[in-house]
């Protein structure tokens, strides 16, 4: 198993474009979250799917950033306008779901906004 | 308002020795709290979980311990190796599915 794929791995972008990041997950996964790490709020969970259906966005920062699941094995994140603010790592998991804790992270894309 | 806390930023111990990395957290509405190892340039890989029901669950060199009435939960790593050395997260499971983090101990395990 290739385990959960993210691209690009690293992204570096100016203010005012629009970034868009990719997830694969895991193949039998019915949840997939994304994540974004910082230095001063750590990893903390922006949204989650189950079933491609959005569960909770409450952790998405604001209207620039919008999260979609077409089908069952891709999803994406997007940050339109990005701002220098938006500099982080976005990690994208998986699971079973239902009862499953375990998460699979990927490796991450490493996003730089000038 | 953080529910899951790890006070310590950092943590150094000797090859062979014993590390403890503590968490606390505030919501005693969980259904299992989760260890996480994480390198450089990787994402976090599942380590080691505890349910509620219980207050110990080793896998190893890996023990984590849970004290409900202190709320903290703890992960003891016997004996370390410079292999361990890696950020640790704390996370709570909620039973909508998602895990709440706290910020994580870096680990430094010196030969």
């Known amino acids: 198993d290739a385990g959960v794929i993210q691209s690009p791995r690293h992204e570096v972008t100016e203010m005012g474009q629009e970034v868009t990041l990719r997830c694969k997950p895991i193949s039998g996964h019915n949840s997939l979250f994304w994540y974004r790490q910082t230095m001063m709020r750590g990893l903390e969970l922006l949204i989650y799917f189950n079933n491609n259906v959005p569960i909770d966005d409450s952790g998405m920062p604001e209207d620039r950033f919008s999260a979609k699941m077409p089908n069952a094995s891709f999803s994406t994140l997007k940050i339109q306008p990005s701002e220098p603010r938006d500099s982080a790592v976005y990690f994208c998991?998986?699971?079973?779901?239902?009862?499953?804790?375990?998460?699979?992270f990927g490796p991450g894309t490493r996003l730089l906004v000038l | 308002d953080q529910q899951v806390k790890q006070n310590s930023p950092s943590l150094s111990v000797q090859e062979g020795r014993i590390s403890i990395l503590n968490c606390d957290y505030t919501?005693?509405?969980?259904?299992?709290f989760l260890w996480y190892k994480k390198y450089p340039a990787e994402g976090p890989t599942f380590l080691i979980s505890i349910s509620s029901i219980k207050d110990k669950n080793e896998d190893g060199r890996f023990t984590v311990f849970l004290n409900k009435s202190a709320k903290h939960l703890s992960l003891h790593i016997v004996p370390s190796q410079p292999g361990d050395s890696a950020v640790y997260f704390c996370?709570?499971?909620?039973?909508?599915?998602?895990?709440?983090f706290g910020k994580g101990t870096k680990l430094s395990v010196k030969p």
């Open positions: 996370a709570h499971h909620r039973s909508q599915g998602n895990l709440i």
């Open positions: 998991a998986s699971s079973q779901g239902g009862s499953s804790q375990t998460q699979y």
């Open positions: 919501n005693s509405m969980f259904d299992y």
